[in-house]
T-cell receptor, first 111, second 113 residues
Framework: QKEVEQDPGPLSVPEGAIVSLNCTYSNSAFQYFMWYRQYSRKGPELLMY????GNKEDGRFTAQVDKSSKYISLFIRDSQPSDSATYLCAMKMSGDSTLTFGKGTMLLVSP | DAGITQSPRHKVTETGTPVTLRCHQTENHRYMYWYRQDPGHGLRLIHYSYGVKDTDKGEVSDGYSVSRSKTEDFLLTLESATSSQTSVYFC????????????FGPGTRLLVL
């Protein structure tokens, strides 16, 4: 089974807020975890990529993976209006050729 | 950045007509993918290819066929388009040191009347 659950939102926050985006999954075989950002009428672009458990930080963005809880998170600090987009989580099993995507969460950051 | 182009970028067609979408890449990536994206459904894999003439089905392959006669081109064909195939279609390739992530093209918006 490859289900990935993600709240569709929209999630509305004021500029400067800390944003938490989350996905849960059921397949414990997932080893690779990704976050994609998709602006309106554009293709998804890779934002963060994590292998197995732990944290990864890149500027204002932090990705967390908790494999014991089957839960991944993306935190955005000091959110900006330019962060307004849909955020998709994606996962992959080792040796698999395909990704399993969540349905995406729409984020709206107001000035 | 990997170079992916999709053509056409927009298309309007009528029910029952054949439609072919093209994905072109310039960096000899082995794996190429076709997705469709619809409100409420997210990204869904249609077909993918792991080499010239090597393809496999995704979760929503019914009504679609693909061909890959050369490394750089991956074609998606709707043999007889239906209104339910109105969607945004994205092509993707594997990327990264371990080829574990995917890089997406700009998309093709298809409207079937």
């Amino acid at each position: 089974q490859k289900e990935v659950e993600q709240d569709p939102g929209p999630l509305s926050v004021p500029e400067g807020a800390i944003v938490s985006l989350n996905c849960t999954y059921s397949n414990s075989a997932f080893q690779y975890f990704m976050w994609y950002r998709q602006y309106s009428r554009k293709g998804p672009e890779l934002l963060m990529y994590t292998y197995s458990s732990g944290n990864k930080e890149d500027g204002r963005f932090t990705a967390q993976v908790d494999k014991s809880s089957k839960y991944i998170s993306l935190f955005i600090r000091d959110s900006q209006p330019s962060d307004s987009a849909t955020y998709l989580c994606a996962m992959k099993m080792s040796g698999d050729s395909t990704l399993t995507f969540g349905k995406g969460t729409m984020l709206l950051v107001s000035p | 950045d990997a170079g992916i182009t999709q053509s056409p970028r927009h298309k309007v067609t009528e029910t029952g007509t054949p439609v072919t979408l093209r994905c072109h890449q310039t960096e000899n990536h082995r794996y190429m993918y076709w997705y469709r994206q619809d409100p409420g459904h997210g990204l869904r894999l249609i077909h993918y290819s792991y080499g010239v003439k090597d393809t496999d089905k995704g979760e929503v392959s019914d009504g679609y066929s693909v061909s890959r006669s050369k490394t750089e081109d991956f074609l998606l064909t709707l043999e007889s388009a239906t209104s339910s195939q109105t969607s945004v279609y994205f092509c993707a390739i594997n990327q990264g040191r371990d080829q574990e992530t995917q890089y997406f093209g700009p998309g093709t918006r298809l409207l079937v009347l």
